[in-house]
């Protein structure tokens, strides 16, 4: 009971101390995409070799898919299972109207595109 009490004070703390974004941002750079990829920027290069400003929407999605299991969704070791993750990410994003069903239709339609 106590650690939940003491989880609980660290939550609202940190929530009183940073903004959604800035609370994204360092989830972000802390994110773990496989071996020696911790970061978006790092994973971005790595699977695109691109900054992470310049990714596709579909690529974005891959990555954002990637976070759940690294090793299960890796675009290089297990090209189709990445494929499907990144499709599912595309079709959540429909059902919150993040992204038209013609347009993640079309970049479901696309290649992962990473490279080697």
Not at 21 to 47: C, D, H, W
Not at 60 to 70: N, W
Not at 82 to 111: D, F, I
Request: aromatic share 6%; proline share 6%; no cysteine.
């Amino acid at each position: 009971m106590k650690e939940q009490l003491n989880t609980l004070r660290l939550s609202w703390h940190i929530r009183r101390q940073f903004s959604e974004q800035q609370m994204l941002v360092i989830y972000a750079n802390r994110a773990y995409f496989g071996p020696g990829l911790t970061g978006v920027e790092r994973a971005s290069k790595e699977f695109f070799h691109k900054e992470p400003d310049a990714l596709t929407i579909e690529q974005a999605a891959l990555l954002a898919g990637l976070i759940r299991s690294p090793g299960r969704y890796s675009p290089h070791q297990h090209p189709d299972r990445a494929l499907k993750r990144r499709n599912t990410v595309l079709e959540l994003m429909v059902a919150r109207g993040e992204l038209s069903e013609g347009e993640a239709a079309r970049l479901e339609a696309t290649p992962l595109g990473t490279q080697p």
